[in-house]
T-cell receptor
Framework: NAGVTQTPKFQVLKTGQSMTLQCAQD?????MSWYRQDPGMGLRLIHY???????DQGEVPNGYNVSRSTTEDFPLRLLSAAPSQTSVYFC????????????FGPGTRLTVL | KQEVTQIPAALSVPEGENLVLNCSFT??????LQWFRQDPGKGLTSLLL?????REQTSGRLNASLDKSSGRSTLYIAASQPGDSATYLC?????????FGPGTRLSVLP
């Protein structure tokens, strides 16, 4: 198993540009999520999904869109990048249930100029 | 609302010491707690998952305990090594999601 994969690893954008961060998992997990990690702020939930076709907002959803057309993929879209979106983005997945371990991707380091 | 705190925020110890990292949560209605390790510039790696019915979970030199009634978990690292240097985070489920603590940054000096 590849686990949770994310692309790209690094990205630099200019203010106002849009882009998609890719996330895929091959463990047939129902639950997938996106976090951003900022110094002093810890991990904050952006969006999550409990299955194909189902998405919902987390703690900090503004400026981001998600979709879940398949179980495997959960892309995160930045509609119009802002410097405040400079961060490290992590995708995670798990089975829904009581014995779940969360698996994280390696992260995407995004800089918005 | 579930809030998770970790003490200390940072810890520096000489190699070989045994140490304890603490995690506290405000809502004790959890069904598990997970400890993660994060190396600089990397993602999170799961270390231990404790179910609410368990009191302890062990993996090698790591031992995690869970006391739901007091809202606490501890991660015990025995005979620390420089390779243990990393940030350690705990996380608990809340609703359909998870709440993470801010982490403890550990440095083990050779």
């Amino acid at each position: 198993n590849a686990g949770v994969t994310q692309t790209p690893k690094f990205q630099v954008l200019k203010t106002g540009q849009s882009m998609t961060l890719q996330c895929a998992q091959d463990m047939n997990h129902e639950y997938m999520s996106w976090y951003r990690q900022d110094p002093g702020m810890g991990l904050r939930l952006i969006h999550y999904s409990v299955g194909a076709g189902i998405t919902d907002q987390g703690e900090v959803p503004n400026g981001y869109n998600v979709s879940r057309s398949t179980t495997e993929d959960f892309p995160l879209r930045l509609l119009s990048a802002a410097p405040s979106q400079t961060s490290v983005y992590f995708c995670a997945s798990t089975h829904i249930g009581q014995a779940d371990t969360q698996y994280f991707g390696p992260g995407t380091r995004l800089t918005v100029l | 609302k579930q809030e998770v705190t970790q003490i200390p925020a940072a810890l520096s110890v000489p190699e070989g010491e045994n140490l304890v990292l603490n995690c506290s949560f405000t809502d004790s209605a959890i069904y598990n707690l997970q400890w993660f390790r994060q190396d600089p510039g990397k993602g999170l790696t799961s270390l231990l998952l404790i179910q609410s019915s368990q009191r302890e979970q062990t993996s090698g030199r790591l031992n995690a305990s869970l006391d739901k009634s007091s809202g606490r978990s501890t991660l015990y690292i025995a005979a620390s090594q420089p390779g243990d240097s990393a940030t350690y985070l705990c996380a608990v489920p809340y609703g359909q999601n998870f709440v993470f603590g801010p982490g403890t940054r550990l440095s083990v000096l050779p």
